[in-house]
């Protein structure tokens, strides 16, 4: 589900990035703007992209992160914590139950 709604996003951030160089060419074409100015203008609007697609990511992972919680699952890190604490223990059981403990 979410690598639905991020190829989603990714596509619309696209198609909206290829609409604002477009206009931005037509503008240049047209000689409302230098060329300076539509590379300027164009720059501004991926630096705001950028900064609102790491907002974005922030803010999804808070929200998996919750749902994460309020379902009860442990995060990978600890369920592999976990894995080694029971290898372990595994291993200290088999040693005792072979008298080598």
Request: no cysteine; net charge neutral.
């Amino acid at each position: 589900m979410i690598d639905k709604i991020t190829s989603l996003g990714l596509k619309l951030v696209s198609e909206a990035g290829e609409k604002v160089k477009q206009s931005v060419d037509e503008l240049v074409d047209k000689r409302k703007i230098s060329k300076e100015e539509g590379n300027s203008l164009f720059d501004d609007f991926k630096s705001f992209i950028s900064g609102k697609a790491k907002d974005t990511e922030k803010l999804l992972e808070e929200i998996v992160n919750k749902i994460i919680e309020k379902m009860g699952y442990e995060h990978a890190d600890e369920v592999e914590k976990l894995r080694r604490r029971v290898a372990i223990l595994e291993k200290i059981y088999e040693m005792k139950k072979n008298g080598k403990l």
